[in-house]
């Protein structure tokens, strides 16, 4: 059992990861509650289906009383009436302040859920159980929730802590090729951004990582969460170090929003956003050609990715109107190292231009 604590104030938690914890939810529990609350488990139908029986067996075994509170799946339902949906349905299930909420799946449960603890009566506490990669090694750690609107992905939402947040890779062994896939490129980053020797786990034990080798499986979590831990810790409401996470996410965003949030899952666009962020570093003289060469190895060694052929000037406008809804310039992420990262604003138009135009040279 790995245990990682996030120091928020004025109430810290642990990040558990182990596989099979599954089983031991209920009495991890048992440890930081204390023992009487409801808890109101919200996930998806197929997380319910595969692991459900296993989480409620072991919520009751340790005396919890909770109930199954269902939400449609995919980053569609994550709007404010899902939140309203929810919520109309938990006094009525009995809740009250002393309601804890249960986010058990993927990123899109973990930010609906904890969007609605930090509503529902002013504020309840939210358990963190994430079951994809993405949730694993980043969604569920950090307290953001967020809806999207119309406008743009997670502009509503808040800052609420999770009480723990518990992890078991296990779980992991039903989700899709393709989104479990998705979901290592988010932790490959973590090692780009400052965990060299995670970033090495993936150039040397690549095949186990694809075949989602058990012990593996738990030191990638584990690193990530440590990243995201400190960086969290250090900067809780992003101010601006919290930025650097952001590596592969300004084009990636940009790519995900000209494909229509069709072609690509989010960790993929990320993907092609760190080989992006990769080459304006590289342009800009902030890399060596070697390391640049080992990341994009590293991200494509990963592959297949869904090919992007979009067009650089509609990518560009998409930076330039995405500028007007944060704080008026474009951050680039860029590598400088393995396991360094340095914050860029103002990289010159054509630099990004070039960037975008490797992308499709590479999806020929
Ligand atoms: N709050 C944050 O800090 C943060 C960070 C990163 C991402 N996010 C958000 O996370 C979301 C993406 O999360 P995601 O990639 O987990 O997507 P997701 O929650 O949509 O899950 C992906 C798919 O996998 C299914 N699924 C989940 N667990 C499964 C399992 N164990 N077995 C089989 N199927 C399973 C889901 O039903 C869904 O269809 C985005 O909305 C993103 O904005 C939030
Ligand atoms: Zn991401």
Not at 204 to 231: F, G, M, P, Q, T
């Amino acid at each position: 059992m790995i245990r990682i604590t996030i120091p928020v104030q004025p109430r810290p938690y642990e990040a558990v990861i182990e596989h099979g914890l599954l089983r031991r939810v209920g009495e991890y529990l048992r440890e930081i509650l204390t023992g009487g609350e409801r808890l109101f488990v919200v996930t998806v139908p197929p997380v319910r289906q595969k692991w459900g029986k296993k989480l409620m067996a072991s919520l009751s075994a340790a005396g919890f009383p909770a109930k199954w509170v269902e939400m449609r799946e995919g980053e569609r339902a994550k709007k404010l009436a899902t939140v309203e949906e929810l919520a109309e349905k938990l006094p009525g299930l009995g809740a009250d302040r002393d309601a804890v909420i249960v986010a058990f799946g993927g990123g899109v449960v973990g930010d609906v859920a904890g969007l609605l603890a930090s509503l529902y009566m002013r504020g309840v506490d939210v358990v963190q159980i994430p079951t994809t990669v993405v949730a694993q090694v980043d969604a569920s750690i950090g307290g953001k929730t967020g809806v999207n609107l119309r406008a743009g992905k997670n502009l509503l939402g808040t800052f609420h802590q999770p009480r723990a947040v518990l992890i078991d890779p296990a779980v992991l062994g039903t989700l899709p090729e393709r989104e479990f896939r998705a979901g290592l490129y988010e932790a490959l980053k973590c090692g780009v951004i400052g965990k060299p020797e995670l970033f090495q786990q993936f150039e040397e034990n690549k095949n186990k990582i694809l075949k989602r080798d058990h012990a593996i499986l738990e030191s990638l979590i584990a690193e990530s969460v440590k990243l995201k831990a400190e960086i969290v810790a250090a900067d809780e409401h992003e101010s601006g170090l919290r930025r650097v996470l952001n590596l592969g996410h300004t084009i990636g965003h940009a790519l995900e929003a000209e494909t229509g949030y069709q072609r690509l899952l989010h960790g993929e666009a990320v993907a092609w956003g760190m080989i992006a962020a990769t080459n304006i570093a590289l342009s800009m003289g902030k890399i060596d050609s070697v390391t640049a060469g080992r990341i994009a190895d590293a991200v494509l060694g990963l592959g297949p990715l869904p090919r992007v052929h979009v067009r650089r000037a509609n990518i560009v406008r998409r930076l330039q109107a995405d500028k007007k809804t944060r704080d008026g310039v474009v951050h680039f992420v860029l590598p400088t190292a393995i396991g360094k990262v340095e914050v860029a604003r103002n990289v010159p138009e054509k630099v990004v231009g070039q960037a975008v135009d490797e992308l499709r040279r590479l999806s020929t």
